[in-house]
């Protein structure tokens, strides 16, 4: 038993210097194997609930496929290449005398080639590269790899072959084979051993290469939803009229497409050496949980904000019921990609701003920490057909949403308002909020923001119907009202939505329940000197009342479709409705970013005339959000808001 103790003692060290070796892997695919909301929850050795989520997201948001094929392909390749030409040139180079003793120098030059600084070779290379349209290829960084590696592999296999006897492939030369089949007989399957280390050496210091050139290659290719991803995030003054110019790359465009973890702040009084920020997730269609996720770093041109309010809006509601499909038939048209962070109504205080320039209000003013600011709720590519030509923004062909098209599985997690924090990537318009107005009352300026379709269409004294009176067509009846609107009429079917409509200058106010569409077109016309609406709102969401906008509409008039942001199926229509009646139809996919500043001001001005506080019906923290939306969905609530800093 004494003799037993040193090797009981041996083996359980060794055991145990495994088991720390295997830790760290061990963690790694426990910890990808977390739902994203248990990541930060505490350790545990096994989560209690195992997903496959994560690599889903990987795989179908992140690219990785792609990333993976150019990795594999420009290794195994580019190590294929320098071991054949390494290894042929090294066999020469032990078996054939040069003159003037020049193998000793080749071998000396081909380890001076491997020892030169990389960075040396950045600019003869970029012009090489560049001259043979090669950049930003499989083919190039393969040409690259395959030259930086050979001569090491000269170096390496040199001191293996010279070891082999000459002797034993003589004898082969003798028993009748060429000089290549002995090299394939003979030489190469002695010389095995060495080509393997070779070959795990090179395939070592290949992928230990930037990564970055690798995701650059699959820049191009489009995403699960269709859109072409481009490198490239630049403004159109950059790149001309058409999109296409130089291809310069700023750390803000960068960080716009690339995903990673941002470094996070120490603070000296942050749990376990960072701070951690509390949001509400939606796992899935009605599973809601509060989860924290680390503070981020603002990467240049990026903003951190603390969230003050963020309202919940009737897209919202759709993604709640799993009604998730939006901007149906675009280039960017997506489903809701779970686990998400809601919220792109939203107003806050600036917390942090990444390095370089600050961010800039609508007069061009510079932001500092503590302005309080309303974001704009999408982040346009600034380079597309629909940005350069100066279309409404939401029409980007690359565009990104917060609250909607953004994961809170994708870093640095907190890309929606139902949270601490909500952080702003490079190129996202903020504007200040004036001082008279109360942040509660600016957690309204998007929605206002979506109201300008009445800019468009309506003239002082037309009379105008809205089709579905909740947040959204409140907004339209105040801007109508504002606006000089003769006649205002507000449907619904919650007769609590019509109580508010009167406050807003709503005239006439019909119930759906009480009225027929007959009904309701007779009345509509007695109010409008017997032919109709000048201009029919429908903020509904629902795509039924559009039929019913149809016939509400004088003849010569506007439907405005502002409600259907997500798509809920197709309805029957007769073209020839429209057609007859000489309409114009104006489809709203969103607010505009020339309407914020104004709807600012209007909100800040008429605050006082207009009830809007008073359609701010509740106010929840994180934990009441789920039952929040189940309540904004019935007539005991208008526009709730989330207040984040409330749980």
């Given at each position: 038993m004494r003799s037993a103790a040193p090797r009981i003692g041996l083996y359980s060290l060794l055991v145990g210097i495994l088991l720390l070796t295997l830790f760290p892997f061990w963690w790694m695919i426990v910890t990808s194997l977390k739902r994203p909301v248990d990541i930060f929850a505490g350790v545990a050795l096994w989560p209690q609930e195992t997903t496959l989520d994560n690599y889903r997201v990987l795989f179908e948001q992140h690219h990785f496929r792609a990333f993976l094929v150019n990795s594999i392909t420009i290794v195994a390749v580019s190590v294929g290449i320098s071991l054949v030409l390494g290894t042929l040139a090294a066999y020469a180079l032990t078996r054939f005398r040069l003159r003037l003793g020049l193998n000793d120098s080749a071998l000396v030059g081909s380890l001076l080639v491997r020892m030169l600084p990389a960075i040396l070779l950045v600019i003869p290379l970029y012009i090489?590269?560049?001259?043979?349209?090669?950049?930003d290829t499989r083919l190039g960084l393969i040409l690259v790899y395959a030259g930086l590696n050979t001569s090491f592999v000269v170096w390496l296999m040199q001191?293996?072959?010279?070891?082999?006897p000459r002797e034993i492939e003589e004898a082969a030369l003798v028993d009748g084979d060429s000089r290549l089949s002995a090299l394939r007989r003979v030489v190469l399957p002695l010389a095995a051993p060495g080509?393997?280390?070779?070959?795990?050496?090179?395939?070592?210091d290949v992928q230990r290469l930037p990564a970055c050139p690798h995701a650059h290659l699959d820049a191009r290719r489009a995403d699960r939803a269709g859109r072409c991803l481009d490198a490239d995030r630049e403004d159109p003054d950059r790149v001309g009229a058409h999109g296409r110019g130089r291809r310069r790359r700023g750390a803000a465009d960068r960080d716009l497409r690339v995903d990673r973890a941002a470094p996070l702040r120490p603070r000296p009084h942050a749990r376990g050496g960072q701070i951690m920020a509390r949001a509400a997730v939606m796992e899935a269609p009605g599973r809601m949980t509060v989860a924290s996720f680390p503070d981020p770093e603002p990467a240049p041109g990026a903003v951190v904000l603390r969230m003050q309010y963020s309202g919940i809006c009737g897209t919202d509601k759709h993604t709640w019921r799993g009604e998730t499909v939006q901007y149906a038939g675009t280039e960017h048209e997506h489903s809701t990609p779970f686990p998400i962070i809601c919220g792109h109504e939203n107003v806050g205080l600036i917390e942090a701003i990444g390095p370089?320039?600050?961010?800039?209000?609508?007069?061009?003013?510079?932001?500092?920490?503590?302005?309080?600011?309303?974001?704009?709720?999408n982040v346009t590519c600034g380079r597309c057909?629909?940005?350069?030509?100066?279309?409404?923004?939401?029409?980007?062909?690359?565009?990104?949403?917060y609250g909607n098209s953004l994961s809170s599985a994708r870093a640095p997690h907190l890309f929606g308002g139902w949270a601490e924090l909500l952080y702003l990537l490079p190129r996202t318009r903020v504007f200040r909020v004036p001082d008279e107005l109360p942040s509660e009352l600016a957690a309204l300026t998007e929605v206002m923001a979506v109201t300008h379709g009445l800019?468009?269409?309506?003239?002082a004294g037309d009379s105008v119907v809205v089709l579905g009176v909740g947040p959204l067509g409140l907004m339209h009846l105040a801007k109508a009202e504002l606006l000089g609107a003769g006649t205002i009429v507000a449907v619904d079917v919650l007769p609590e939505r019509l109580e508010h409509a009167a406050g807003f200058g709503a005239d006439l106010l019909l119930g759906l329940g009480e009225t027929t569409p007959e009904e309701r077109a007779e009345r509509v016309r007695a109010a409008t000197v017997g032919v109709g609406a000048d201009v029919v709102v429908n903020c509904s969401g629902r795509p039924e009342p559009f039929d019913e906008a149809l016939e509400l509409v004088r003849a010569g008039g506007t439907v405005i479709e502002a409600g259907a942001f997500v798509d809920l199926g197709p309805i029957p229509v007769n073209p020839h409705r429209i057609v007859a009646k000489g309409l114009t139809v104006l489809g709203i996919g969103g607010e505009v970013l020339e309407q914020y500043g104004p709807s600012l001001r209007l909100l800040a001005r008429h605050r006082n005339r207009l009830p809007f506080a008073g359609a701010i019906t509740h106010r929840v923290g994180l934990t009441g959000v789920a039952d929040a939306l189940e309540l904004s969905q019935t007539g005991a609530a208008m526009k709730v808001l989330v207040e984040p800093a409330a749980s």
């Open positions: 090489v590269l560049s001259k043979y349209q090669l950049l001191s293996f072959l010279d070891e082999i080509i393997a280390a070779t070959d795990l050496q090179r395939h070592h370089g320039e600050p961010p800039v209000d609508e007069a061009g003013r510079p932001l500092a920490v503590g302005d309080r600011v309303v974001p704009a709720p057909f629909f940005c350069v030509g100066g279309h409404p923004y939401y029409l980007c062909e690359r565009l990104e949403d800019d468009r269409a309506q003239r």
